[in-house]
Each structure stands twice: as C-alpha cells, then as structure tokens.
T-cell receptor, first 113, second 114 residues
Framework: AQSVTQLDSQVPVFEEAPVELRCNYSSSVSVYLFWYVQYPNQGLQLLLKYLSGSTLVKGINGFEAEFNKSQTSFHLRKPSVHISDTAEYFCAVSDSGGFKTIFGAGTRLFVKA | ETGVTQSPTHLIKTRGQQVTLRCSSQSGHNTVSWYQQALGQGPQFIFQYYREEENGRGNFPPRFSGLQFPNYSSELNVNALELDDSALYLC?????????????FGPGTRLTVL
C-alpha cells in the first residue's frame, strides 16, 4: 500500500535562507509525486509534480524537488525563501496500481524576518 | 477561466444531522474528487466522480455519498453526522481524472459537528 511520510511537522527558517522539506514514500509500483502548498483559509495549490523523466523537477515560486528512487524520497527545496512562503506544504503520491492520491500530514514552513 | 468554488464556507451541525456540501468545478473538468482534512492532517481521499459516476472510493463509510451533475457542479452528502466528521472538506477538479492529472482545489468548507 502507498504511504507518504513528511519527516518534519514544522520548519522555521529565516528569510533569504535555503530550505528543504523532506518527503519519503512507499509504493511497490511506479509512482507519480506531487508537492502542494496551502495558504491559510485556502485550498491546495500545485507547486510541482514528477511523472517521469528528469529526476529534478522545477515548479512555481522558485521551488524544485528531486525524485530519488533508491531512497524513495521526493524532497522539496528552495534556495532563498521569502516571508510570503509561510504556509503548509503537502507531499502526495499516486501510483499506477491505484486510483487515488495519498497525502502526507504536511510540513508547516514558517519564514522569519 | 473560473476556479473551483465551494459552498458554504463554514457550517455548524449537531450529531446525527445530515449535511450537503457543494462544489463547482472548473469548466470542462469531467472529474471531481472529495477530500476530508482533519485539523493538523493532510487531506484524505473520500471518493471521485467521473462523468457523473463514482469511479473510486477511499476508506469512508456509506453514509458519505456524492453526486455529480452535467453542469460541472457536485455534492458531498454526509448522513448521521458524528463528532469526528468535523473537518475541512475539499473538492478538487481535474480534466480526466488520470493519476498524473493536475487537481485544482477549492477553498474548502469547514464543517463543525457539535
């Protein structure tokens, strides 16, 4: 069965510092991987997704993620964060054997001035 | 292009009551999925509708049911409400429902069961 583990529930970071939000998944078949962001009182917005091909995926707002099949990870990175990046970030996985998307519990990114 | 909208924004019900939540998908999107997001957790898949037929369901009891209409609107119905049903309910629309499709989420309906 699929599962997603986001290793950090909260990540505080200073403005303009780099950040990495960690995500590990388990699945026995080919997977599609996603990162979503949720701002307060809003729905989820897709940041980026990995379907196939290059393992380094670039998304919106300067975010990127790297798919590592051997480590079953899909960590999200940004070289320099802004106050406006403060939000909840969700890693998600769907696999070719199923029909649904499984979300992690989320990581709260808090950017401090 | 209009986004995904949901109504109402907030709702308070008592245990045992029934509730209907509504979603309006993006025009042209044939698939709608519903998720339950409890406080401090990620969204949990309830079910998915494609062209007015349910085509996938998560681990939710039958008292959670849905409808999808030809005009890109849909409903989530929950009968016999329980305290644990308190959550943010999200709908998401996508073009064809494929696992690689981008889902577009609405802002959610916050349901409180007392």
């Amino acid at each position: 069965a699929q599962s997603v583990t986001q290793l950090d529930s909260q990540v505080p970071v200073f403005e303009e510092a780099p950040v990495e939000l960690r995500c590990n998944y388990s699945s026995s078949v080919s997977v599609y991987l996603f990162w979503y962001v949720q701002y307060p009182n809003q729905g989820l917005q897709l940041l980026l997704k990995y379907l196939s091909g290059s393992t380094l995926v670039k998304g919106i707002n300067g975010f990127e993620a790297e798919f590592n099949k051997s480590q079953t990870s899909f960590h999200l990175r940004k070289p320099s964060v802004h106050i406006s990046d403060t939000a909840e970030y969700f890693c998600a996985v769907s696999d070719s054997g199923g029909f649904k998307t499984i979300f992690g519990a989320g990581t709260r990114l808090f950017v401090k001035a | 292009e209009t986004g995904v909208t949901q109504s109402p924004t907030h709702l308070i019900k008592t245990r045992g009551q029934q509730v209907t939540l509504r979603c309006s998908s993006q025009s042209g999107h044939n698939t709608v999925s519903w998720y339950q997001q409890a406080l401090g957790q990620g969204p949990q898949f309830i079910f998915q509708y494609y062209r007015e037929e349910e085509n996938g369901r998560g681990n939710f009891p039958p008292r959670f049911s849905g409808l999808q209409f030809p005009n890109y609107s849909s409903e989530l119905n929950v009968n016999a409400l329980e305290l644990d049903d308190s959550a943010l309910y999200l709908c998401a629309s996508s073009l064809a429902g494929g696992l690689s499709d981008t889902q577009y989420f609405g802002p959610g309906t916050r349901l409180t069961v007392l």
